[in-house]
Each structure stands twice: as C-alpha cells, then as structure tokens.
C-alpha cells in the first residue's frame, strides 16, 4: 500500500480518538504519575464524652407528666414526660430510664447534659420532637433506645456534641423535615440500620440541614440515609464529617429523591463495608467490629458497601471528598442524574466510580417504588478528580450511563 493511501485512514483514526476520548474522558481513567495521591490524616472531631449522672433532687417511677416549667436534676423511670405548647423551656441534668419524652408545638426548648437510655417500644422513638422551633440539644447521650429521635416538622434545630449509640431498631434520628436543622460535632455509633435517616416525602421547599464535624463510627447500615428527600429549594449541606466502618454505604441517598439539592464536601469516607461472612457468628452475629444488642432480632446482612450510593435521585454535588478503602465502589450510580464529582480523591476502592441503569426491581419495592418515568440510565458531569489505584476499574460505565468531563 502506498504511503498516500495510509494518510487518509491515519486521519480518520486521530480524529476518532479524539472524540471519543472528548466525550468519555477516558484520560482520566489511567492513573497519572505526576499527580500524588494525598490523603490528609483524618481530623480530629470534638465530641461528648460519656458521663454518668448520679445527684438528684427527685425521682419519679411509672408517671405521666406534663411539663411547664424548667426542669433539673430528675431522675425517670418508666415515665412519660409531655411539653406540650409551653416555651422557653429547659430540661438539663436529667436521667431518663425506660421514658419517653413527648416536645410537641414549643419554642425557644433546651434540653442538655441528660441521659436518654433503654426505652425500647417497637417503632416509638425514646423522644419525639414535633412542630418544635429553637430547639438546643447538646450535650446529652441517647443510648440503647429503639427509635432515639423522631423530628416532625419545625424550624432552627441545633443538635450538638451528644452521642448517639446503639440506638437499634430504627435509627439514632429520623424525620428531620424540617426547615434548618444543625447537626455538628455529634458522635453516631452502633446504631441500627441508620445513625440519620432524612426525608421530605412532602416536598416541602423550606427543608434543609446542615450536617458537618460528626463522627459516623461504625453504624450497622448507612450512616446517613437520605430517603424520599426531594423538592426542596435550599441547599442541604454535608461536610467535614468523618464516616467509616458502616456495614453497607456511608452516605446514601435513594427512594425517588429527585431535585435532592444535596451538596457533599470535605468528608474523609472510608473503611465502610466491613461487615462481612468472616466475622458472623453461627448464628450471624457480629463477633466483632459491631457489638450486638440484646434487642436486635436479625442477623446484620451484608449490603452494597460503597462510600457513596446514589440511587433514584437527581441534583448532588460531592466535592473535595476523600473516599477510600471502601469495600465496595468509591461512588455507586444507579438511575443518578445531574450529578456532579469534583475534586474528589477517589482510590482503593473496587470500582473508583460506577454509572449504571435503574433495578426492575426498585418498580415493586415495598416502600416508594420507582415510576416507569423516572426509570433510566445514570449520567454523571466529572472534573478535576484524581480516581485512581481502584482495584477493578477507576471507572465502570454501563453501557447507556453517561460520563462527561470538561
């Protein structure tokens, strides 16, 4: 063949590797030598201390209580405590055993330094916050409840340096629909299935939160389940916590949760996935990594294992992650669009990122199924992450998921 007829088809060969490395970005799938990969020691969060209470003036046995005027130094058992329509209340330096606190329609409620402990009533929360607006919550510990919170409703809630623990039957805090929530500087650990789990099934538009400096420690499932959250026109913002040995995802938002306006930032996520067959029990509980709890009923199961899971959802910035170890993908998009991946540091993970397609089986789930509509394929906008070093592939791509990059 003459050298003037090999000109035309080495032509035609550049300018089709250029498109399509221009529209996969497939540069980014090779690691580059010249770019370090720096991951920064894990910071150091401030968190509560456990602490044990012993003074007190008065304790109450098997009462039901309506509460309008402070209250310190008490000790219940087996009691009920409502506040109900009362402001300016404070609750501090209290023990609860086996109570259940009702804060329904108040303002201006402070509750801090108490000890909330083994209430367990299937499905009802130890305490039930409710059209509540300015509430502080700091410094208590929500320990071996079945629900630790439920959150309905309200506005301008602080939850701050408390510990959350083994709170296992549904959750550490669930609900939080509210309309600026802070969450910082709380520690969550062995709670079950979830430490947070948040939704806005309503789709109310004032919703939003701001979730930073927590420690997620080994929570049995997700750490923080974004669940049916969706319309919101504020942005919910996700950032500098550390979130790791979760046994399925550290941060997951599934359910139909479309325009989650969700911005994540500056985590160190990592180490999630380490509940595995080797070490269950003979009866499939944890030896190890999670301690069980008398109440629990199941065998933890394996789940996803991912840093991140984003599944049924739309509108998610994640940015100036680090995201490693995980025993599961880094990122994981199933049926994910208008998601953005910038300036992440993404490795040792089995896949770095995933895009793929919706499940059959999310169209017949017992709790918000997916719409035939809303059915389809993961789209993905990548800039200036370093993905590499990922044991199977730094990117997976299923065939009709999209992965754009500038």
Same mark, same amino acid.
């Given at each position: 063949?003459?050298?003037?007829?090999?000109?035309?088809?080495?032509?035609?060969?550049?300018?089709?590797?250029?498109?399509?490395?221009?529209?996969?970005?497939?540069?980014?799938?090779?690691?580059?030598?010249?770019?370090?990969?720096?991951?920064?020691?894990?910071?150091?969060?401030?968190?509560?201390?456990?602490?044990?209470?012993?003074?007190?003036?008065?304790?109450?046995?098997?009462?039901?209580?309506?509460?309008?005027?402070?209250?310190? !130094?008490?000790? @219940?058992?087996?009691?009920?405590?409502?506040?109900?329509?009362?402001?300016?209340?404070?609750?501090?330096?209290?023990?609860?055993?086996?109570?259940?606190?009702?804060?329904?329609?108040?303002?201006?409620?402070? @509750?801090?330094?108490?000890?909330?402990?083994?209430?367990?009533?299937?499905?009802?929360?130890?305490?039930?916050?409710?059209?509540?607006?300015?509430?502080?919550?700091?410094?208590?510990?929500?320990?071996?409840? !079945?629900?630790?919170?439920?959150?309905?409703?309200?506005?301008?809630?602080?939850?701050?340096?408390?510990?959350?623990?083994?709170?296992?039957?549904?959750?550490?805090?669930?609900?939080?629909?509210?309309?600026?929530?802070?969450?910082?500087?709380?520690?969550?650990?062995?709670?079950?299935?979830?430490?947070?789990?948040?939704?806005?099934?309503?789709?109310?538009?004032?919703?939003?939160?701001?979730?930073?400096?927590?420690?997620?420690?080994?929570?049995?499932?997700?750490?923080?389940?974004?669940?049916?959250?969706?319309?919101?026109?504020?942005?919910?913002?996700?950032?500098?916590?550390?979130?790791?040995?979760?046994?399925?995802?550290?941060?997951?938002?599934?359910?139909?949760?479309?325009?989650?306006?969700?911005?994540?930032?500056?985590?160190?996520?990592?180490?999630?996935?380490?509940?595995?067959?080797?070490?269950?029990?003979?009866?499939?509980?944890?030896?190890?990594?999670?301690? !069980?709890?008398?109440?629990?009923?199941?065998?933890?199961?394996?789940?996803?294992?991912?840093?991140?899971?984003?599944?049924?959802?739309?509108?998610?910035?994640?940015? !100036?992650?680090?995201?490693?170890?995980?025993?599961?993908?880094?990122?994981?998009?199933?049926?994910?669009?208008?998601?953005?991946?910038?300036?992440?540091?993404?490795?040792?993970?089995?896949?770095?990122?995933?895009?793929?397609?919706?499940?059959?089986?999310? @169209?017949?789930?017992?709790?918000?199924?997916?719409?035939?509509?809303?059915?389809?394929?993961?789209?993905?906008?990548?800039?200036?992450?370093?993905?590499?070093?990922?044991?199977?592939?730094?990117?997976?791509?299923?065939?009709?998921?999209?992965?754009?990059?500038?």
């Amino acid at each position: 063949m003459k050298i003037r007829n090999i000109v035309p088809l080495i032509l035609v060969f550049l300018v089709a590797t250029t498109i399509f490395f221009s529209r996969y970005n497939i540069s980014q799938w090779f690691k580059d030598d010249s770019t370090p990969i720096n991951i920064p020691l894990v910071p150091k969060i401030e968190t509560l201390k456990p602490f044990t209470l012993t003074a007190f003036s008065e304790t109450h046995r098997y009462e039901e209580i309506t509460v309008n005027e402070s209250i310190c !130094s008490e000790r @219940f058992e087996h009691c009920i405590l409502r506040v109900y329509r009362f402001d300016d209340i404070s609750i501090a330096d209290c023990e609860f055993v086996n109570s259940r606190i009702h804060i329904v329609e108040c303002s201006n409620i402070t @509750f801090k330094t108490n000890i909330v402990r083994d209430y367990y009533i299937a499905e009802d929360p130890a305490l039930l916050v409710s059209e509540v607006s300015d509430l502080h919550f700091s410094g208590n510990m929500i320990m071996n409840n !079945s629900v630790g919170i439920v959150v309905s409703g309200g506005r301008d809630l602080v939850f701050s340096y408390n510990l959350f623990e083994a709170n296992d039957q549904h959750n550490a805090i669930m609900g939080l629909n509210t309309q600026n929530c802070t969450i910082h500087n709380n520690l969550f650990r062995y709670n079950f299935p979830h430490a947070l789990m948040i939704m806005n099934r309503e789709e109310n538009p004032e919703v939003y939160l701001d979730i930073y400096s927590n420690i997620f420690d080994r929570n049995i499932e997700d750490a923080i389940n974004f669940e049916d959250y969706r319309g919101s026109t504020h942005e919910t913002y996700v950032h500098d916590n550390i979130i790791n040995g979760t046994g399925q995802a550290g941060l997951n938002i599934e359910y139909n949760s479309w325009g989650a306006n969700i911005v994540v930032e500056g985590n160190h996520i990592y180490g999630n996935g380490l509940l595995a067959l080797s070490i269950l029990d003979q009866d499939g509980k944890p030896t190890s990594i999670f301690p !069980s709890h008398k109440h629990q009923p199941e065998p933890y199961s394996e789940g996803w294992k991912h840093g991140i899971k984003l599944e049924d959802c739309s509108n998610v910035t994640i940015k !100036s992650n680090y995201i490693y170890d995980n025993k599961g993908n880094g990122v994981d998009l199933v049926n994910a669009r208008e998601i953005t991946l910038e300036n992440n540091t993404i490795t040792s993970n089995i896949n770095g990122i995933s895009l793929r397609k919706y499940y059959a089986s999310s @169209f017949i789930r017992t709790y918000s199924p997916l719409l035939p509509n809303d059915a389809g394929y993961s789209e993905l906008y990548s800039t200036v992450n370093i993905v590499v070093d990922n044991i199977e592939n730094d990117y997976y791509v299923e065939e009709g998921s999209t992965l754009r990059a500038p």
